[in-house]
């Protein structure tokens, strides 16, 4: 029987390649020259689509391929698939969760940590020589028992409050009902007053267009400037105009982003503000979670091919 012929959108490790090409025909777009022409002439056989979170399959590319029956999506953010366009057709949507939550909520922690006490400036200070010629770097605020805000209580929110709880933070969260699984942290109905009583405000949530700039001038004023805003979700859960302008007047005191509006590419304000740690987008980049993330990608693409259930559909 001929393998199903699958769109791929984006690269994957090399140690995903032999196990998709064994079992599918993988027509990998983002390697065309003209990825129009690439489309036109390959549309017609698409039965899967092979994406990334931050990739997704829009509308007009899901309306291109009429055999069209599964996109997979190697990342938990489904934000940038058009899932109306799915459900018209009945096209099932899978995702890869909770295999990469720990690692998010690692690399969170860490932003939060580097930023908090200087860790880019401080290897600055010591490769540049300074250390020598002008002696200590500047005092930094502490991390441990500060106030902790998170910004969506799902599988990577609840990892993040988990591991600040070892650092004897006070932790609320705000989402868009209380959790029964966090009975030691305080709920908080509104980012706004999430904010207000946090140091460190960490954003977590999916993304969707109910969350789009859910953390706007308001909550940036409110988090203050002696509070921090970690993001590893998405961009769009971020107003970026106002928090360029926060960060730039002293409204808030730190930013440290994972994400970025339009990615790989970023507003070049970003670039020019010391209070920020920029991140390329790597919080669930280990070797163990993107080779989880691959099986995973490839299980829910199998089991569909099968005709059985997906292991972790979205719909
Ligand atoms: C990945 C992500 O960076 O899980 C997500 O939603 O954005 C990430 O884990 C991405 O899908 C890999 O390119």
């Given amino acids: 029987m001929s393998k199903p012929v699958i769109l791929q959108?984006?690269?994957y490790p090399s140690w995903d390649e032999a196990p998709l090409n064994a079992d599918f025909e993988m027509r990998r777009i983002f390697d065309a020259d003209d990825q129009e022409a690439f489309l036109a002439h390959h549309a017609a056989e698409v039965r899967g689509i092979a994406t990334r979170g931050e990739l997704g399959a829009s509308g007009d590319l899901i309306a291109a391929c009429p055999k069209l029956e599964i996109v997979s999506v190697y990342g938990v953010g489904y934000d940038?698939?058009?899932?109306?366009?799915?459900?018209?057709?009945?096209?099932?949507?899978?995702?890869?969760?909770?295999?990469?939550?720990?690692?998010?909520?690692?690399?969170?922690?860490?932003?939060?940590?580097?930023?908090?006490?200087g860790i880019v400036?401080?290897?600055?200070?010591?490769?540049?020589?300074?250390?020598?010629t002008q002696g200590?770097?500047?005092l930094q605020r502490r991390a441990?028992?500060?106030?902790?805000?998170?910004l969506g209580l799902g599988r990577i929110g609840f990892e993040i409050a988990r591991r600040?709880?070892?650092?004897?933070?006070?932790?609320?969260?705000?989402?868009v009902a209380p959790k029964d699984y966090a009975p030691d942290?305080?709920?908080?109905?509104?980012?706004?007053?999430?904010?207000?009583?946090?140091?460190?405000l960490f954003v977590a949530a999916a993304a969707s267009e109910a969350t789009r700039h859910i953390v706007d001038a308001d909550v940036l004023r409110a988090l203050g400037p002696d509070g921090m805003l970690i993001n590893v979700s998405r961009a769009s859960n971020v107003d970026e105009?106002?928090?360029?302008?926060?960060?730039?007047?002293?409204?808030?005191?730190a930013a440290a982003l994972d994400v970025f509006e339009g990615e790989p590419a970023l507003d070049p304000r970003f670039r020019a503000l010391p209070n920020i740690l920029l991140q390329p987008h790597q919080a669930s980049g280990t070797v163990e979670t993107r080779k989880a993330m691959g099986a995973l990608l490839r299980a829910n693409l199998e089991a569909h091919f099968a005709g059985k259930p997906p292991v972790s559909p979205v719909i």
């Avoid at 400036?121 to 020598?132: K, P």
């Avoid at 942290?185 to 460190?200: G, M, N, Q």
């Avoid at 105009?241 to 005191?253: F, N, R, V």
């Fill in 80 to 117: 940038a698939v058009d899932l109306d366009a799915c459900r018209a057709r009945g096209i099932r949507v899978t995702n890869t969760p909770d295999v990469l939550s720990g690692d998010v909520a690692d690399f969170a922690v860490t932003m939060m940590l580097a930023q908090s006490r």
């Fill in 164 to 175: 600040l709880a070892g650092f004897d933070m006070q932790i609320s969260y705000s989402d």
């Fill in 144 to 150: 441990f028992g500060r106030r902790a805000g998170i």
């Fill in 241 to 253: 105009e106002a928090l360029i302008t926060a960060l730039g007047d002293g409204t808030l005191g």
């Fill in 9 to 11: 959108m984006g690269a």
């Fill in 136 to 138: 200590a770097v500047p």
């Fill in 121 to 132: 400036a401080g290897d600055a200070w010591v490769r540049g020589g300074q250390w020598e």
């Fill in 185 to 200: 942290w305080t709920f908080v109905a509104t980012p706004e007053e999430l904010a207000a009583r946090s140091d460190l």
